[in-house]
């Protein structure tokens, strides 16, 4: 698990896991699995309301989260976006042989790709939602 602190109310979650979460109850299992950590690895724990968009992509979960009511009992408002596409972004070209994505100065390969090589994650970031649809839709595919 990483999490990246965007401001107070605002952070994201990168989450790898075997196990696929469907149904409410699995979800609700989940939060709690994420709580637990959040609290031991960063002394934060749910309080509030919360909207919480989740892209996930066999076996991969970005949870983005945003508080917007810190008192009281954790609750969720939850968009889930099963089979997202998600995008892997580095810098350098020979860290990964193949077709890639090149944009901006960085290249990107579909996390789809790259999923069972968990080691490449220290080395770029991890992207999703809209910004995605900018790289493939403005990006060039090289093959280096």
Do not use: A, P, W
Request: charged share 25%.
């Amino acid at each position: 698990m990483k999490v990246d602190f965007i401001d107070e109310k605002h952070f994201i979650i990168y989450y790898v896991t075997d196990v696929s979460f469907k149904t409410e109850e699995e979800i609700k299992s989940f939060f709690k699995l994420i709580n637990h950590d959040l609290k031991h690895q960063c002394g934060y724990e749910f309080c509030g309301f919360y909207d919480v968009t989740i892209f996930c992509t066999r076996g991969l979960y970005v949870l983005e989260f945003e508080n917007f009511d810190d008192f009281g009992s954790s609750d969720f408002n939850i968009t889930m976006l099963l089979n997202s596409v998600l995008l892997y972004e580095f810098d350098d070209s020979d860290l990964l042989i193949g077709e890639k994505i090149y944009y901006q100065g960085k290249f990107y390969v579909e996390v789809e790709n790259m999923i069972d090589d968990y080691h490449f994650f220290e080395y770029g970031n991890v992207i999703y939602g809209k910004k995605v649809d900018e790289i493939l839709n403005h990006g060039l595919l090289v093959d280096i």
